[in-house]
Every structure is written in C-alpha cells, then in structure tokens.
C-alpha cells in the first residue's frame, strides 16, 4: 500500500477514534447531569395593588416532565423537598411518566406537594410510553410518532383529584388561594393535536385576580389562542429546554412550534407572560442533558406597582 495512502487511514482511523473517546465521555457527562438538579426563582409582578392584603406575594410552583421511571430514587427525594417552599399554588404540566411502572414513583415523588391546592395538565407520555426512534429526527426537529403502549394514566389522575388537584385538561376552574381568586383554563397536549380548545374558549372571569393558562407544550397556535382571551400567564413544559443544548443553554430545537429564544423560562407572547420549564426529566431512550439541568421553578406572583 502507498506510504500517503497508509498515513491517510491511519489519521482517518486515528480521528474516529478520538471521536468516539469523546462521544462516550460526552454520553457519561450527559448522563450525570441527570440528577444535578437546579431550582429556578423569578418575580412576576401580576396583581392589582391590595389583591395580596398586606401579603409579600403569591407562590407558585411549576413542575413538569417528570419522565418517571423506577429507581430514580435522587429525583423523588428532589421533588419532595419542594414541599419546604410552602407553594400557595403547585401546576404539573404533564409528561410524568416514562416507564409503565412509573405512576407509585410519581405519587411518592410529589406526596406531600398534593396535599397543596394544584392543577394538572397531561401530555402525551402520560398516555403513551416513549419509543425508541432516530435520533437524527430529533434533531432534525421531526415529530416522534406515538407507541400507542398505553400507560396506566387513569389511576395517576385518580390519585391526583382524590388529593385535591384539579384537572384542567379541557376545561376551566375557578377558585381562591388565600386572598388570590384565581381563574384557570387548560386543554389536553396539543404536540399531538390532543387540544380542544373550543371547549374552554372564552374570557377569563373578570372578577378574577389572576388568570392562568395550562398547556403541556407551547404551541403559539394554541398560545395565541389563550392570549387573545386575556389570560395574564401560560404555562408549559415538553421543550426539556432543548435537553441537548450548546454551551450558555443554546437550544438546537425546542420540539415543538415555539422559537428557540423561548425554550424555556419566562417570556411575553403578546399581553400575555408565558413560562416554559425546562422540565426534571427525560425519555428512559435518551437518558443525556446537555448543558440544560432539570429544574423546577417557583414563581413569585406579586403586585404590579401602583
């Protein structure tokens, strides 16, 4: 064989294995990252001056993505240990489960949040149980086609409602939190055109202090929607914040209709502020986050300045 030949597969056989190196490295680094959670605080100044009543403000915790499956004993110790923030108001967007055995993980991991005035959202891995597909398609931003492996959801949301948690797939509930009367609205997962929204279509109650949207993804046809009705706040999951993302966060899809500048966190869409969580989970197929730690986030609902 030529000598330039030989020196050419050589460094050929040379790069693909430092690649590799690095891959399987990366992999170990992405898995990791896993159980290094982070909890996220932001301010929103919402309210009419006097709505608190001499209260600081209204807390409300937003949990999503959970991907629960057995074993992730870190995650449920996590999620459990929200409950000291004393959250006025906790919102689950769905996606809880990843595995068929998930739903007691799901319940031990959120026990004592339940007992906490809530509402609940599902998207479509609370129905279905991932597949395991082409990575490139993700990455290509295709939609992943549904298992159509059915998960034992109906028990989960027994469980939910039996603890006080309201259901706000397809429908609207009005009710107070302290001082705070709140009017809330949601519709079924609308990644997999699961939403109805002509169901819940309408104004918010105007007697309302503050006005809430639920949405597993963040849909702008969807979020249009909810915003030309006049909600004051959306709220989603589903994007993982792009899960596999670029140094600084750089999402390289988001996996749905929203723009990569509004993967995750808060954000205006219109009048309305919208607040996408990055989410505490993953598909079990693709078990890696890449400079996006999962998170929860409490919001901080205070009075608008007078």
């Known amino acids: 064989m030529h000598t330039r030949t030989k020196r050419i597969l050589n460094l050929t056989a040379t790069a693909l294995g430092l690649g590799a190196v690095s891959g399987a490295t990366l992999a170990a680094w992405g898995h990791r990252e896993l159980n290094r959670f982070e909890f996220k605080d932001i301010t929103v100044p919402l309210l009419e001056p006097g709505t608190l009543r001499g209260k600081k403000e209204f807390k409300l ?6 991907h629960m499956i057995p074993g992730q004993d870190t995650k449920i110790a996590w999620v459990s240990a929200l409950d000291a923030l004393n959250p006025d108001l906790v919102i689950n967007t769905g996606d809880n489960l990843s595995d068929e055995g998930g739903v007691p993980h799901v319940l031990q991991a959120l026990g ?64 107070q939190v302290g001082p705070v009367r709140i009017a809330a609205a949601g519709v079924d997962d609308p990644h997999h055109d699961l939403d109805d929204y002509a169901a819940i279509a309408g104004a918010p109650n105007v007697d309302s202090d503050l006005s809430l949207a639920l949405l597993h993804s963040p849909e702008p046809r969807v979020l249009a929607q909810f915003e030309a009705d006049g909600y004051q706040l959306s709220l989603s999951g589903h994007t993982h914040g792009g899960q596999l993302c670029l140094p600084g966060g750089r999402a390289i899809v988001t996996n749905c209709g929203i723009d990569h500048k509004r993967v995750s966190g808060l954000h205006d869409f219109g009048k309305m502020k919208m607040h996408v969580s990055n989410g505490l989970g993953t598909s079990k197929f693709v078990p890696f986050r890449i400079f996006c730690r999962p998170s929860a986030t409490l919001l901080r609902i205070t009075e608008r300045s007078s």
Do not use: C
């Open 112 to 175: 004592p949040l339940l007992s906490r005035p809530g509402l609940f959202v599902f998207g479509t891995n609370d129905y279905f149980a991932p597949r395991l597909s082409n990575p490139f398609n993700y990455l290509l931003g295709k939609k992943r086609e549904l298992s159509h492996i059915e998960l034992p959801w109906q028990g989960m949301r027994a469980a939910f409602i039996e603890h006080g948690w309201r259901d706000a797939n397809q429908a609207r509930h009005e009710f």
């Open 61 to 66: 915790l937003h949990v999503s993505d959970l």
